[in-house]
């Protein structure tokens, strides 16, 4: 079974994703850093892609990514990085970026790739769920790779339903339509919380954006099976000595 729904089945609350982006700080710091996850229980990672132009990124991320490139990582080197990861690395591991890179690349040798270093799922922010039905889904499904699709506030209730019958792993539950990093609180989303909440769907759900602090934590996780830190450990990972350090930082900031 795919790690992903491995996970959902038998973790049912307060789960925690981390993303950080490949290359930053430091071009080999990929595989310390999923070290330094595993060590500490994390539960989930996304790892990002660095791209020039992340169109739903904030400006930590952004910056990351911009620091990345210049570092040397491409989507290539990654999965040669990538490559061993599970003979020490027992958490699932999701890949995010968009599709430019990875249609450069070739999706069909992007899935494959996955599928060797053993990475459990995609999330392509800028893919059209209606190219995901009709050309990339049948492509992944080949290779047991989810490709997991965000939903924001301005979604529709039909869209969300087609996203929940078509697809498997989690729901990615973005919180606003802001980029990454840019809420500050939770307050004002809880309706949209609540009005998912009540759909009763079938797939889990994890929300991002904007998840930085204990309050923000809870507010993600009370209507949700978990959620995602990006923007603030991507900070962290850049201020600290070593990926440990960021991680002990986060998880105190988060109150766990």
Do not use: W
Not at 157 to 168: F, L, M, Q, V
């Amino acid at each position: 079974m795919n790690r992903i729904s491995t996970l959902f089945n038998t973790r049912k609350s307060n789960l925690l994703s981390l993303y950080f982006t490949a290359g930053y700080p430091n071009l080999e710091d990929t595989l310390p850093i999923l070290r330094s996850l595993e060590r500490h229980g994390i539960d989930l990672v996304e790892i990002g892609i660095p791209f020039s132009d992340p169109m739903a990124d904030g400006p930590v991320i952004q910056a990351a990514a911009t620091q990345a490139l210049r570092n040397g990582m491409t989507l290539r080197r990654l999965f040669d990085q990538l490559a061993d990861m599970r003979h020490e690395i027992q958490m699932p591991v999701i890949l995010m970026g968009y599709l430019n890179p990875i249609m450069r690349y070739g999706f069909e040798a992007f899935c494959a790739r996955c599928a060797e270093a053993g990475v459990d799922g995609v999330i392509i922010p800028d893919l059209p769920f209606a190219d995901y039905l009709g050309s990339y889904k049948p492509i992944a499904d080949r290779f047991d790779l989810k490709i997991i699709m965000l939903i924001t506030p301005e979604t529709s209730e039909a869209r969300i339903r087609e996203i929940d019958a078509h697809t498997s792993g989690f729901i990615y539950m973005v919180s606003s339509a802001a980029i990454t990093g840019a809420q500050k609180s939770f307050e004002s989303r809880m309706a949209y919380f609540q009005r998912i909440d009540s759909l009763n769907l079938r797939n889990p759900r994890l929300v991002g954006f904007g998840v930085s602090n204990k309050a923000t934590f809870e507010a993600a996780t009370r209507y949700s099976r978990g959620a995602i830190v990006g923007s603030k450990f991507v900070q962290l990972l850049g201020e600290s000595a070593t990926p440990d350090e960021a991680v002990e930082h986060l998880l105190k900031a988060l109150g766990e």
